[in-house]
């Protein structure tokens, strides 16, 4: 993960795995601030410094970003995608994280670009285990 800027976007339309979420980064003593958007377009929005998401000192360019794929307006691979096509953003590093536990969906979240993929529910382990092999890349 990016040290200048430890910025994590959440984007999830369940505020259940919001909660889970916030509750798995704690428990993993990961403290680096949260932002979090409830659909695709707010995530497009945001990355983009878009309407509300402008001043980038609130919403500044995460280093790392958690996907759910299941998203109202924006579909979560859309928005890998998108964010693939951006040189700008090649360092932020996309966690898949999504109910679907299919094949397929994993192979085409690797095929766009995502480092990682992790199915519901994310336990600290889970985390910190990515996490890790995050920072075991960046000083590679």
Not at 55 to 61: H, S, T
Not at 101 to 122: F, I, M, N, Q
């Amino acid at each position: 993960m990016n040290s200048i800027n430890p910025t994590i976007l959440l984007v999830e339309d369940n505020e259940d795995d919001v909660f889970a979420m916030k509750r798995a980064l704690k428990r993993a003593n990961i403290t680096h601030p949260l932002q979090t958007v409830t659909d695709g377009k707010q995530a497009l929005d945001y990355l983009a410094g878009a309407d509300q998401y402008s001043d980038r000192r609130r919403f500044p360019i995460p280093s790392l970003m958690f996907l759910d794929l299941k998203l109202p307006y924006v579909h979560g691979f859309e928005v890998l995608e998108w964010v693939r096509q951006k040189p700008e953003f090649n360092s932020i590093d996309v966690i898949v994280l999504t109910s679907s536990a299919v094949e397929k969906d994993h192979e085409k979240a690797r095929a766009l670009g995502a480092r990682s993929y992790l199915v519901k529910p994310p336990t600290p382990e889970m985390l910190l285990g990515v996490l890790g092999s995050l920072q075991s890349l960046a000083q590679a």
